[in-house]
């Protein structure tokens, strides 16, 4: 509700709460000093020093300024492709049709269109720099002899070696481009970006402040240890398994922010440029030789 009615109030909570916590655990790490307004030493003292010049609004806003920005380096930016998100996803989340898997099909389906327009496989090997399947003319001549001549038999493998490479390169190749899909969506359909902004900035959120939180119940764990009273292990325990739900709630949340921009893909909302560049591919002329390297 505030998110809606404060414009870019999701960009600016995450790094400001993520800031404020990372200072209390600095807070907690340096002994958690109690304010005292008499106290004349450490960094207690210094900051009364100060008292007499600046109004507690000021110390808010400059104690925000530093959260603020301690957060904008902390904060957790959501990528397709981090490898930590994505490890941690490997083993909290499991979806019956992953990400990559429907990337897989929009490659796999542009690549099928390329065929049916009867593109060669010289020109994939041209445009996309794939390794070519005759490196030489002895080469080509080696495999000619092979497939006895039929040339029809040798542009099936040659095609089939380039698809090999093409399809796992187009599809890493989109899912890198996510980001930028999602800017083209902002000027193509604004509800879909709506709906792509919010998931992500909630999956930010959460990835953000689990670290610190993480780090807190382990500090209020320690400093709990032996203490008489019980609540405090109990309270850590809690605190580990919000963190776990920060985690896969975050991720889950990310992953629905993908699946807005692989949904526009697929219903031709918007077009990934790599894919583009395959469609504008024109075939050659029929009676065009075959190429005897590539």
């Given at each position: 509700m505030l998110a809606q009615i404060l414009p870019g109030f999701r960009d600016f909570r995450t790094p400001l709460v993520t800031g404020y916590l990372w200072l209390i655990v600095l807070w907690i790490l340096i002994?958690?000093?109690?304010?005292?307004?008499?106290?004349?030493?450490g960094l207690m003292g210094i900051i009364n020093a100060f008292g007499a010049f600046l109004s507690p609004a000021i110390y808010l806003t400059v104690l925000s300024?530093?959260?603020?920005?301690?957060?904008?380096?902390?904060?957790?930016?959501?990528?397709?492709?981090?490898v930590?998100?994505?490890?941690?996803?490997?083993f909290l989340l499991k979806s019956k049709q992953s990400d990559k898997k429907r990337i897989d099909q929009i490659v796999r389906a542009s690549i099928k269109k390329a065929r049916q327009r009867k593109v060669k496989p010289f020109q994939l090997i041209e445009e996309f720099e794939i390794d070519p399947y005759y490196t030489s003319e002895e080469d080509y001549d080696i495999h000619r002899?092979?497939?006895?001549?039929?040339?029809?038999?040798m542009l099936f493998q040659q095609m089939d070696h380039a698809v090999k490479q093409?399809?796992?390169?187009?599809?890493?190749?989109?899912?890198?481009?996510?980001?930028?899909?999602?800017?083209?969506?902002?000027?193509?359909?604004?509800?879909?970006?709506?709906?792509?902004d919010k998931d992500k900035s909630e999956a930010e959120f959460r990835l953000s402040i689990a670290g610190p939180l993480a780090v807190l119940t382990v500090q209020v764990l320690i400093l709990s240890w032996g203490n008489s009273d019980y609540y405090w292990p109990w309270a850590s325990l809690v605190g580990l398994?919000?963190?776990?739900?920060?985690?896969?709630?975050?991720?889950?949340?990310?992953?629905?922010?993908?699946?807005?921009?692989?949904?526009?893909?697929?219903?031709?909302?918007?077009?990934?440029?790599?894919?583009?560049l395959l469609a504008n591919i024109d075939p050659p002329p029929a009676k065009l030789p075959?190429?005897?390297?590539?």
């Open positions: 002994g958690a000093p109690l304010p005292d307004g008499k106290s004349n030493e300024f530093v959260a603020y920005v301690v957060g904008m380096i902390t904060s957790a930016n959501i990528k397709s492709g981090d930590a998100l994505t490890i941690v996803r490997r002899n092979e497939c006895q001549g039929d040339e029809d038999r093409l399809q796992p390169l187009l599809s890493e190749a989109v899912i890198a481009s996510i980001p930028t899909l999602a800017i083209k969506l902002q000027e193509k359909n604004k509800d879909l970006f709506d709906n792509y398994i919000a963190v776990v739900m920060l985690v896969v709630r975050g991720l889950a949340k990310r992953s629905s922010a993908t699946n807005v921009v692989i949904t526009a893909l697929e219903i031709g909302t918007i077009e990934s440029s790599e894919l583009s075959m190429p005897r390297v590539g």
